[in-house]
């Protein structure tokens, strides 16, 4: 399997480690692959029956299929060996629950994968994965990345503006982790990183890649837990081709779904799940896309004004918004019908969700979806919005209460380039 760049015509296509660990085309564009592998729907529901790794492995074989069978098993199995669970709620309400990894967000699923393999592609030398976060992905992105052999994580995050649960699950691991406490905010970590990619003389001295959702290593994977899902969902309920609504903010879950469909799974279509930020509902809408400054809402891993993957979601539709409006709709909500959402899932079901699942929640009652919803983040991250809204504190799963108690290590920067640059070279 080769990889072409979504803005390119003459679609010059990539191997899979250059677009790896290119991460984004050199056109600007994103990588997708040549073609779309067709998957024989029998054998991924008898597979699911068995496991989410046994059939994960049957999906990705499909897609890497020049890469070694052996070592392509062990990255599947080594990734995805925590729980994934279809939770029902009543017959009308499903959630698959994507939230059981070790860093308890959806982007486990992406990150380990990629992790394990880039230690796999990377042909020797040392590798610096280089990334900024405004809090879970970078925990995913640690977690994902914790002793691969070869590869270093620095981490730049803004000091006093992520949660210190999300600091402790950066700062706790040690080893080839590198947390950087930068005395700025998100917008600085993410210009000081973008410098150092632009810095020609930096590179030819230290190779540094980057982990974010562009990124096909971490974003082909996400397409896996849609087939879960619809497995477990047509079982549970008799029904077929589910719609599924998804929780978005860089869209990169969403276009994974899209790859999915388009790999032959029978569903009919998804609900791109917004908060105040709804830069593609309004788009589906309107027609015009308006790319904007996001604003800050209690779902704020969706905080996200001009969406990386929507020239992703443009190409599989073959740049035709009919077909788009065809095949997703758009929801989106406030923050006060978010924390409505939490205290009323809580009341009559005795569930807790978080704040980005409960936005799944709402679009999945308000347009009389028949499917499911994705959650995905567990409750107790967000414990500050969750418990003043339901009224009860979601416990916090045992990893997390560890890494609260551990020592915290990070080196502390200005939001000055010269100071990243030089920690990169003195590493
Ligand atoms: C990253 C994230 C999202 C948004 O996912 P996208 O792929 O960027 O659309 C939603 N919920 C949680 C908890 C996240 O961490």
């Known amino acids: 399997m080769k990889y072409f760049s979504t803005r390119d015509k003459s679609r010059k296509l990539f191997s899979l480690s250059d677009a790896a660990f290119m991460g ?123 002793g691969v052999k070869g590869v270093r994580v620095v981490i730049l995050y803004p000091d006093g503006k992520v949660s210190p649960l999300q600091e402790a699950q950066m700062t706790t691991l040690g080893g080839n982790i590198h947390p950087l406490k930068v005395r700025g905010n998100f917008d600085d970590c993410q210009r000081m990183v973008k410098s150092m990619f632009r810095d020609e003389a930096l590179r030819t001295e230290v190779r540094i890649t980057s982990a974010n959702s562009i990124n096909l290593l971490r974003w082909l994977p996400q397409s ?43 569903i009919r279509g998804f609900v791109a799940a917004s908060n105040a930020n709804d830069v593609v509902p309004e788009f589906l809408q309107t027609q015009l896309y308006r790319p904007r400054a996001s604003v800050q809402t209690v779902a704020n891993a969706m905080d ?25 709709r758009g929801f989106s909500c406030s923050d006060e019908e978010i924390k409505q959402a939490i205290a009323e899932i809580y ?15 709402l679009a999945t009652k308000q347009m009389d979806v028949d499917g499911f919803w994705l959650s995905t983040a567990h409750a107790a991250k ?37 100071q990243l640059s030089a920690f990169l070279r003195e590493m």
Not at 99 to 119: L, V, Y
Not at 393 to 418: G, H, Y
């Open 304 to 328: 996200v004004g001009d969406p990386s993957n929507f020239e992703r979601m443009m190409q599989l539709c073959g740049e035709d918004v009919s077909a788009l409006r065809f095949e997703v």
């Open 24 to 146: 984004l085309a050199p056109d600007g564009g994103l990588f997708l692959p040549e073609r779309i592998p067709q998957v024989d729907m029998k054998r991924v529901e008898a597979l699911a029956e068995q496991s989410y790794a046994d059939m994960a492995l049957y999906l990705a074989q499909q897609i890497f299929d020049d890469v070694d069978a052996e070592l392509l098993e062990r990255v599947v199995r080594d990734a995805y060996d925590f729980p994934i669970e279809m939770r029902c709620l009543n017959n009308k309400l499903h959630t698959l629950e994507l939230f059981h990894g070790p860093t308890h967000a959806f982007k486990d699923f992406g990150a380990r994968f990629m992790g394990r393999m880039t230690g796999v592609l990377n042909d020797g030398g040392e590798l610096v994965i280089l990334t900024a976060t405004s809090g879970d992905t970078g925990s995913a992105v640690a977690h994902g990345f914790y």
């Open 347 to 361: 009341n009559k079901y005795g569930y807790l969700s978080d704040p980005h699942s409960a936005v799944g929640y």
């Open 382 to 418: 967000f414990g500050e919005v969750v418990e003043p809204s339901a009224g009860v504190a979601p416990e916090l799963p045992v990893s997390l209460a560890e890494a609260v108690m551990k020592e915290r290590n990070f080196v502390n920067i200005d939001a000055q380039e010269e």
């Open 224 to 266: 896996f837990y849609y087939f879960y899902g619809y497995c477990m969902w047509k079982r549970m309920t008799g029904r077929d081709n589910p719609e599924v609504v998804v929780p978005s903010g860089n869209y990169g879950n969403l276009t994974a779904g899209m790859f999915a469909r388009r790999m032959g799974l029978p």
